[in-house]
C-alpha cells in the first residue's frame, strides 16, 4: 500500500516485545538463554497507513 507501514508489533508466545511506528523495517532480537526450551511461536502483526492489517508467524524450537 502507498501509505506505508504505520505499525509492526512482534510478539514470542503472545508476549509484545518490540512495536516499531512508521518504519519498513522492524527487528527485535533474542537469545535462546531469555527462553525456555521447545516450541515458541514468533508473530509480527502489520499496519498501514490506510489500516489493512496483516499477520506472519514463525515457529522455533530451542534446544538447550
Same mark, same amino acid.
Given at each position: 500500500d502507498? #501509505? =506505508? %507501514?504505520?505499525?509492526?508489533k512482534v510478539y514470542i508466545d503472545n508476549s509484545l516485545k518490540q512495536t516499531c511506528l512508521? &518504519? =519498513?523495517v522492524c527487528s527485535h532480537?533474542? /537469545?535462546v538463554s531469555s527462553? #525456555?526450551?521447545g516450541q515458541? &511461536? %514468533?508473530r509480527v502483526d502489520a499496519i498501514d =497507513? #490506510? *489500516?489493512n *492489517?496483516? /499477520?506472519g508467524t514463525a515457529s522455533v524450537n530451542v534446544v538447550k
Open positions: 502507498a #501509505s =506505508g %507501514i504505520a505499525s509492526m512508521n &518504519v =519498513g532480537s533474542f /537469545t527462553v #525456555s526450551k515458541h &511461536v %514468533i =497507513g #490506510s *489500516a *492489517a496483516n /499477520t
